[in-house]
């Protein structure tokens, strides 16, 4: 038992790859290296839609991290999208998104810790019945620039963290300086979910389970920056791949208990 945990983590899907012309799998090797520094041990998950092969991985797994990557496809939380806002939208993958949607499902019936980064963190908010901001640029024209590409790895706005809040206990802050490059945000929060950290201009940066939803998973954290980029220079963000790790690795104990308990 004294293994490290293994971490499944859900990759970006490319329609043409580096060595053929076929469907690949894409994962920085950000989101690896901080699991690793972390003392777990990441392993992708296969492309594929299939519940039976996501609920496979997902039981010889003992936690699991939803990624970055492409715009959520609209489909899956609105019914109608005005033509000037479905111009705003990036190429998305359905398929990505029903792998994904299959994966946040089987971590909850399984409850295997989650963390959700980015687009995980929009994903998770789909998937438990909330929706989306499409474009915050359209939509919410007072909000700051959100979209800073150019400085992915640097910290360039803060977030106001709930005091009590998994995030704050984690990183000893009520402050967090973050890192941004997305256009979309989370719009109606799912109901088993709680906002714990907002950027100045009301979008949402964190969310955990509410209190009377906790009982759901042994640990969920959903943020919306990136902190795999951010892990080399600010301790805080190393902070929270190592206490998702040791929740995944606490996990895997109460597992290995539970089953000896039984065959007793």
């Known amino acids: 038992m004294k293994s490290p945990p293994l971490i499944l983590i859900s990759p970006s899907t ?3 790859g580096a060595e053929f012309g076929d469907t690949s799998m894409s994962l920085s090797e950000n989101y690896s290296r901080a699991i690793m520094a972390a ?12 519940r039976e092969m996501v609920a496979e991985c ?9 990624t970055g990557g492409d715009d959520v ?9 005005p033509p000037a ?56 024209p007072g909000a700051i620039n959100h979209r800073r590409m150019e400085k992915r790895n640097e910290v ?3 977030a106001r963290l709930t005091e009590d809040s998994m995030l704050a206990k984690i990183t000893g802050r009520r402050t967090l300086g973050v890192n941004s490059t997305h256009h979309q945000a989370v719009a109606r929060v799912a109901k088993p979910l709680r906002v714990t950290a907002s950027s100045v201009d009301g979008v949402v940066e964190g969310m955990e389970l509410r209190p009377d939803a906790a009982r759901l998973l042994p640990f969920l954290l959903s943020v919306q920056f ?20 040791l929740a995944c690795g606490l996990n895997r104990k109460r597992a290995y208990e539970g089953k000896n308990t039984r065959s007793r």
Do not use: W
């Not at 496809?73 to 999208?81: D, E, G, N, R």
């Not at 902190?227 to 998702?244: A, D, M, T, W």
């Open 14 to 16: 490319d329609s043409k």
């Open 73 to 81: 496809s609209p489909t899956f939380y609105t019914s109608h999208l």
């Open 226 to 245: 990136h902190p795999e980029r951010l892990v080399k220079g600010h301790p805080e963000h190393r902070k929270i791949f190592s206490c998702f790790t």
């Open 156 to 158: 360039v706005h803060e």
């Open 39 to 50: 003392g777990g041990v990441p392993l992708a998950l296969p492309g594929t839609a299939s």
């Open 85 to 140: 806002l479905r111009k705003t939208t990036l190429p998305n993958d359905p398929e990505r998104d029903l792998r994904e949607l299959l994966l946040i499902d089987e971590a909850f019936r399984q409850r295997k810790p989650l963390l959700a980064i980015c687009r995980g963190h929009q994903m998770l908010n789909v998937a438990l019945g909330g929706t989306l901001v499409v474009d915050i640029r359209s939509q919410l």
């Open 58 to 66: 997902v039981r010889r797994c003992d936690g699991v991290m939803l």
